[in-house]
């Protein structure tokens, strides 16, 4: 089953994660809430609807007490805490990394509230809901109808679900449900994986990964499972987890200050009218972009850092705020690098916003002349790209999408 399992999500990951993955998640979290829903309408669905009113209340009233709880004066519970709490502790620092870069891709547009509501405050509330459903269902049908056999049972947390269906109306469908479902997050576990390797290897992360990195990476996932999971079972699996989540814990308070940093960063980055490319700012710097020439290296440097920054962020502002349909293309190569920056208009032609390394080759002195060259649909013959910092090039962007859209109202009308 478990050959199965990885060979199929491998083969998922082969389709990209527009075709495969977000698929894959989507009917998940589907089928999930179906399930979650009959074994709600299937057992006692007003007691349920009522504890789990209470448990939203218990979890926000004991948030802070409960979270601060070693139990060092409740040393009877002192095994449960560290089998539990201290393991759990370790599973979400080992998993978090990996887990805040796949968001984080995912997360493109969203603003700060946004995101806090998409990841942090909307989950809450679903494993709130889950819990409820699936804690106090089986603590319902333990005390009324299995007269105690689910809590004789609870240390075989493998059939535990199953034996709990079994007292449910249609336990058939509910337990065939239940493993269609362990076995899709088996696959969307094993995808997350070679995506988030995928994504720290691979050296340009706006470019899809090559197949052979995905089959590489499932194979070693795969591989790694196979060999902890003979010689030790769950147990050496969870060891092993526990074991690398420390080194992820100290990594995690310096990505915390990374954070705090870049906040402030951006804060300070937007309070600041962006108004430096017409008041003369920065003319020191352009001016000796005019007059020396770039080598070759320096250009496609350029190109790759300050241009191609400046144009994901605007177009994440452009996708994420104001819902426009903005593709960037790059290509570089040895013999053509550029950028084209485009926003969709179904009305007319797309405005688009084009930077060129142009190199000319002078025959008399056997010299090559490097530039970067703006090309747009106001502007087709192009001009030299005098631009220094990733602010003034979003400005001049802007100010050509203005001119478009004024000409595109003037042809309209």
């Known amino acids: 089953i478990l050959v199965s399992v990885f060979?199929?999500?491998?083969?998922?990951?082969?389709?990209?994660?527009?075709?495969?993955?977000?698929?894959?998640?989507?009917?998940?979290?589907?089928?999930?809430?179906?399930?979650?829903?009959?074994?709600?309408?299937?057992?006692?669905?007003?007691?349920?609807?009522?504890?789990?009113?209470?448990?939203?209340?218990?979890?926000?009233?004991?948030?802070?007490?409960?979270?601060?709880?070693?139990?060092?004066?409740?040393?009877?519970?002192?095994?449960?805490?560290?089998?539990?709490?201290?393991?759990?502790?370790?599973?979400?620092?080992?998993?978090?990394?990996?887990?805040?870069?796949?968001?984080?891709?995912?997360?493109?547009?969203?603003?700060l509230r946004e995101f806090i509501f998409g990841v942090l405050m909307v989950p809450s509330l679903f494993f709130v809901l889950w819990f409820t459903v699936f804690g106090n269902g089986a603590i319902w049908v333990n005390e009324h109808l299995a007269k105690g056999a689910l809590g004789q049972a609870v240390n075989n947390v493998g059939s535990l679900l199953f034996d709990f269906l079994s007292y449910l109306p249609y336990s058939g469908l509910t337990k065939t449900l239940a493993l269609f479902i362990i076995t899709l997050f088996f696959i969307v576990t094993i995808n997350f994986g070679i995506y988030t390797l995928n994504n720290i290897a691979i050296e340009d992360k706006s470019q899809v990964s090559p197949r052979w990195q995905s089959m590489f990476w499932g194979g070693l996932l795969s591989a790694v499972t196979f060999v902890l999971y003979l010689f030790g079972g769950i147990e050496i699996l969870q060891s092993t987890m526990l074991f690398f989540s420390l080194p992820f814990a100290l990594l995690m308070s310096v990505m915390a200050w990374s954070l705090l940093k870049g906040l402030r960063f951006e804060r300070q980055y937007y309070s600041t009218e962006v108004s430096d490319l017409w008041t003369g700012a920065n003319w020191r710097s352009r001016l000796r972009q005019l007059v020396i020439e770039p080598k070759r290296d320096d250009a496609i440097l350029h190109l790759k850092t300050t241009a191609l920054l400046a144009m994901r962020e605007l177009r994440q502002l452009l996708i994420g705020t104001y819902g426009l349909n903005v593709t960037l293309q790059q290509h570089f190569g040895r013999d053509n690098n550029q950028l084209v920056f485009s926003i969709e208009n179904g009305l007319a032609e797309d405005f688009f916003y084009q930077i060129t390394l142009f190199e000319k080759p002078e025959p008399e002195t056997a010299q090559v002349h490097h530039a970067l060259m703006v090309s747009t649909n106001i502007q087709l013959e192009g001009y030299p790209l005098s631009i220094t910092n990733e602010e003034d090039l979003i400005v001049d962007i802007l100010q050509c999408y203005e001119r478009y859209m004024k000409e595109l109202d003037f042809v309209i009308s």
């Open 7 to 111: 060979i199929i999500a491998i083969l998922i990951s082969l389709q990209g994660i527009a075709n495969g993955f977000r698929i894959l998640s989507e009917l998940n979290l589907g089928v999930t809430f179906l399930f979650m829903l009959l074994v709600l309408l299937f057992g006692p669905t007003i007691y349920l609807i009522s504890a789990f009113t209470e448990n939203i209340g218990t979890y926000l009233s004991g948030l802070i007490r409960i979270g601060f709880k070693t139990y060092a004066y409740d040393v009877e519970h002192l095994d449960w805490f560290m089998d539990w709490t201290v393991f759990y502790w370790a599973w979400w620092f080992s998993w978090a990394p990996g887990f805040g870069i796949f968001i984080a891709r995912i997360s493109r547009g969203r603003t």
